[in-house]
């Protein structure tokens, strides 16, 4: 990075969080730390809900998704405007009406209090770990490439969190969210244009788009009924419907982003405005990953994407070994100039079977390419055995660092640091808020004055950021990240969605029944994800289906508890 | 409250504001499996 980066990335985030604590200074109650004081218009609302769920990792993982298997990971968002939709008719006017400040106080109206701390303490474990994530996942990619310590990145993204989230609460996250949406979005955009611009200039993006396609990137949707294919169109519009569902319309940390909205009608459309513009702005990020693809084909990409464990591998005795497969590698990326040149003359004559035979020399170039990849991963581990050699997350933020302009590269890590803490802040604002009105308000001190609450509920904040900073100090790699922080989410979300749909549609059924169908439905879940290979999204499908039933059928055969009357 | 849930000026339900998040949805899925089918 050179100093303009430095100043970039530095004058970014002190504006952030100058801004978010002037925002929140005129906060004097719980209600508006809660609740952002109800007057917040539908577009930062729905901008708050977008960036709460544009985490660090959607930047850093879904452009190397897009790389790695092309565009078909988009499908996974097909089922949220649907979900928008239910949540906006059906469930936003209940919780509006009953002026609640966290989803679960629905469920003590509800059902029991059992049943409101249950799946408060789920949110709590899963947000909680989440919050961790959310700060770990980038840190750790930001710490490799960049040559910061780790637990210093750690530190700066929770310390810089928790100062604004606890001095405004709900108005200063939502405030915040807002210019950091507009950080991250012009970013992107901005990378774009300059991977575009950088194809050599016979390349139109019509091009780029076939060459994208030919080598299997361009499979937008599938419609194909595979259980164990993760990302299809009947897994986006079933498993991603109740994902939406239970994500917006039961995790605090998005129900708390509309629930700030003046009226109902602006906390409506917030929700709408997520709904129409999410997928398309999930396919520019995807369509970023797609055209570096692209770049790459025209220009030598590394041989493995973390390159700082390539150059310690290089200090092994499979430096040799390594050295032959990069002579290889630099032979087929020659091979592949040849054919490509082939594929576009092709193209621009109109020579179909000219282009069928380049298409097909073409997609065998780029699998011994692939072959030469995994046989680098393979020495990796010889030579390094504990290294990662999922380097999908490091695909993007390697062509940052070594491709971008000056100035630009600044940008886009402010756009990751931005990212990182939008998340974060919700998750924390949220984990603060559940435990002081459903834990320590409910069952530990209910007779304080407001402004105890207020205290409570910033130290919570505080609390819940040391948490997570802790978590993230001892996480350790998963898979692919936001595939980690999707599967953790897709466990224990089927049930929670599976009691609040009981509580709102099945009015007859009472608190026990679904109390024990929550916790046999998160006890299936849990075996479903230990025992079998079913794609996650599914996982949604089968908690809420279990808890549905079981609570149907237990509050059957269950007798209803009669009240004594007194001798 | 009736005056806080009114639906934007231009549309004249709600119902109306769902049907355009759903059939903007159903063409964009559209426009992407005619992209499927042209990029391979």
């Known amino acids: 990075m050179r100093p303009l980066d430095w100043i970039i990335l530095a004058a970014t985030l002190f504006a952030i969080v100058a801004y978010g604590t002037w925002k929140g200074r005129s906060v004097r109650t719980a209600d508006v730390y809660l609740r952002g004081g109800n007057d917040l218009p539908w577009y930062t609302i729905g901008l708050s809900i977008m960036a709460t769920q544009a985490s660090a990792i959607t930047f850093l993982s879904m452009p190397g998704q897009a790389y790695e298997d092309g565009m078909g990971f988009v499908q996974f968002y097909f089922g949220l405007p649907l979900a928008m939709v239910i949540l906006a008719a059906t469930i936003v006017p209940v919780y509006y009406r009953l002026r609640i400040a966290t989803a679960y106080e629905y469920l003590e109206g509800r059902f029991d209090r059992k049943t409101r701390q249950l799946t408060a303490f789920l949110f709590l474990l899963q947000r909680g770990l989440g919050a961790g994530l959310s700060i770990y996942a980038p840190a750790i990619i930001l710490s490799s ?42 970013g992107m955009a901005l990378a774009f244009l300059f991977v575009l611009f950088s194809l050599p200039q016979s390349v ?22 595979r259980m164990d294919t993760r990302y299809t169109f009947w897994s986006g519009m079933t498993g991603g419907l109740f994902v939406a569902l239970a994500y917006f319309g039961t995790d605090q940390s998005q129900v708390q982003r509309y629930l700030g909205g003046s009226t109902l009608a602006e906390s409506r459309l917030g929700l709408l405005f997520n709904g129409l513009l999410k997928i398309p702005m999930q396919l520019g990020i ?15 990409p590394p041989l493995f994407f973390h390159t700082t464990e390539l150059h310690r591998a290089e200090q092994t ?20 100039q040849h054919h490509l040149q082939h594929f576009l003359s092709a193209r621009h ?12 020399a073409l997609r065998q170039a780029e699998e011994r390419s692939r072959a030469l990849r995994q046989k680098t991963k393979s020495l990796l581990k010889q030579a390094l055995p504990t290294v990662e050699t999922k380097d999908a997350d490091y695909i993007f933020i390697t062509f940052v660092k070594s491709q971008l302009p000056t100035g630009l590269v600044g940008l886009l890590i402010a756009v990751i640091f931005c990212a990182a803490m939008s998340a974060t802040a919700s998750a924390l604002n949220a984990l603060g808020s559940t435990t002081v009105v459903d834990v320590y308000k409910r069952s530990i001190r209910p007779n304080e004055r407001d402004e105890h609450y207020l205290r409570m509920a ?89 808890v549905i039933a079981l609570s149907l059928f237990l509050n059957a055969v269950l007798p209803l508890r009669r009240a004594i009357a007194p001798a | 409250m009736a005056a806080d849930n009114q639906p934007p000026p231009i549309l004249r339900s709600w119902a109306q504001m769902y049907a355009l998040v759903l059939g903007s949805t159903a063409l964009l899925i559209a426009v992407l499996s005619l992209l499927s089918r042209v990029y391979r």
Request: charged share 10%; with cysteine.
């Open chain 1, 145 to 186: 490439v960049l040559g910061w310590p780790l637990q210093f990145t750690n530190l700066i993204i929770g310390v810089l969190v928790i100062v604004y989230t606890v001095s405004g609460g709900t108005r200063a996250v939502s405030q915040t969210q807002t210019w950091q949406m507009a950080v991250m979005l012009s």
């Open chain 1, 349 to 360: 004559s109109g020579d179909e079977r000219a282009l069928s035979d380049a298409k097909q």
């Open chain 1, 458 to 546: 910033k130290l919570f904040t505080v609390v819940w950021g040391i948490v997570a900073m802790g978590f993230a100090a001892f996480a350790s790699l998963l898979d692919n990240l936001i595939q980690a922080v999707n599967i953790l989410g897709s466990i224990f979300y089927g049930p929670t969605l599976g009691v609040f749909l009981v509580g709102f549609f099945l009015k007859h059924v009472r608190g026990t029944p679904v109390f024990v169908a929550l916790l046999v439905g998160q006890a299936c879940v849990l075996l479903t994800f230990a025992l079998s290979s079913i794609g996650f999204l599914w996982y949604n499908v089968i908690g809420c289906m279990v």
């Open chain 1, 204 to 225: 139109s993006l019509n091009d780029a788009l076939h060459i994208a396609g030919s080598l299997g990137k361009m499979q937008i949707v599938d419609y194909s009924a």
């Open chain 1, 286 to 300: 995807l369509g970023v990953g797609l055209m570096v693809f692209v770049f790459y084909q025209f220009n030598p």
């Open chain 1, 317 to 336: 005795a499979q430096a040799p070994a390594l050295h032959s497969l990069q002579a290889e590698h630099a032979q087929v990326f020659a091979e592949k």
